[in-house]
């Protein structure tokens, strides 16, 4: 990122008054990225623009920062959140060695992407449903050397990885469908539903990995999956009921709750 912004500070100073006018709470730090991020002073005002209005900061600038890689966010994708780097933490903590890693509900492909950054050489596959989330996914996919699927969960996945997974992270949709009207307007406007919407109790999705995932471990392989404090030990019953050793790992800090299967 350059250091210098490209428009002088007088209009450095609009632009936090503009945002914070808008609401936004981190008016200054958003200021600084929207400067040092634009090529030109009429970028940096279309970008304030777009901002004033609602659209959430990772679409307005083009990019989510997620363990220190630069993710390519499109507009109608998911935005990676800074508390799903718990669960690519969890995953290289208990599965260093992995070989094959799989990103599944891949979205931009930042999971999938932070984990090849954290193994090194690996066998990096992502899968999304959503068309716009695989056409992100490609640019950041690849770039980590890995390959892009669309389709269903595990339909869309080679089958020659069936029993070879060393790591499964699934970041499902886990919102209650009666939920949905209260999360932040810029994800209920800007984010796809099938990307937050889990279902009547949030966990439709995560059931189906669970149901499956045992198929496409390797032994000792290990799936993640984010999800809320409440809905946490329904999930590791799911695991359990499959075969698999759960565990719950929290960070208070992110407010981040992770469930984690093992296969035997």
């Given at each position: 990122m350059p250091s210098v912004s490209p428009v002088p500070p007088s209009s450095r100073d609009s632009v936090v008054v503009a945002l914070?006018?808008?609401g936004c709470v981190f008016a200054e730090d958003e200021a600084e990225l929207i400067l040092t991020t634009a090529r030109t002073p009429a970028e940096a005002a279309a970008m304030v623009e777009r901002r004033v209005a609602g659209l959430p900061l990772e679409l307005v600038v083009g990019w989510a920062e997620f363990r220190g890689l630069r993710i390519t966010v499109d507009p109608g994708v998911f935005v990676p959140r800074r508390r799903t780097e718990f669960l690519v933490?969890?995953?290289l903590a208990r599965a260093p060695g992995a070989g094959v890693v799989v990103d599944l509900c891949c979205g931009s492909g930042a999971v999938?992407?932070?984990l090849a950054a954290g193994l090194g050489r690996v066998e990096?596959?992502?899968a999304d449903i959503d068309p716009a989330a695989v056409r992100c996914a490609r640019g950041n996919v690849?770039?980590?050397?890995?390959h892009v699927h669309q389709g269903d969960l595990f339909d869309a996945l080679p089958g020659d990885l069936r029993g070879r997974v060393g790591i499964l992270a699934a970041n499902?949709?886990?919102?209650?469908?009666g939920e949905i009207g209260l999360l932040p307007l810029e994800?209920?406007?800007h984010e796809p539903l099938v990307a937050l919407d889990g279902g009547a109790d949030g966990l439709d999705v995560l059931r189906r990995v669970?149901?499956?995932a045992p198929h496409w471990l390797a032994p000792g392989g290990c799936v993640l999956v984010e999800t809320s404090r409440h809905q946490a030990q329904t999930a590791l019953d799911a695991f359990e009921r499959n075969g698999l050793t759960a565990h719950l790992a929290v960070s208070q800090e992110l407010y981040a709750h992770v469930v984690i299967g093992v296969a035997p």
């Open positions: 914070r006018t808008a933490e969890q995953a999938g992407a932070a990096l596959h992502a690849t770039a980590a050397g890995g499902v949709p886990y919102v209650p469908s994800a209920r406007a669970a149901a499956e």
